[in-house]
């Protein structure tokens, strides 16, 4: 996901798969909450060795 960001580090609404393009607006917090507890998530699931 951080190869998809613009050079801002945001992220559009939709991608197209192919191209990578973004389609639609660019929300402010929505996508970047929900990366954040992606990333939360992993980390609670790797356990205490990672």
Do not use: C, K, S, W
């Not at 613009?6 to 970047?32: C, F, R, S, V």
């Amino acid at each position: 996901m951080l190869a998809r960001a613009n050079l801002l580090g945001l992220y559009g609404e939709e991608m197209d798969p192919a191209t990578g393009a973004y389609l639609g607006n660019i929300p402010q917090a929505l996508t970047h909450t929900a990366f954040v507890q992606a990333a939360l998530a992993l980390r609670d699931t790797a356990g205490p060795q990672a």
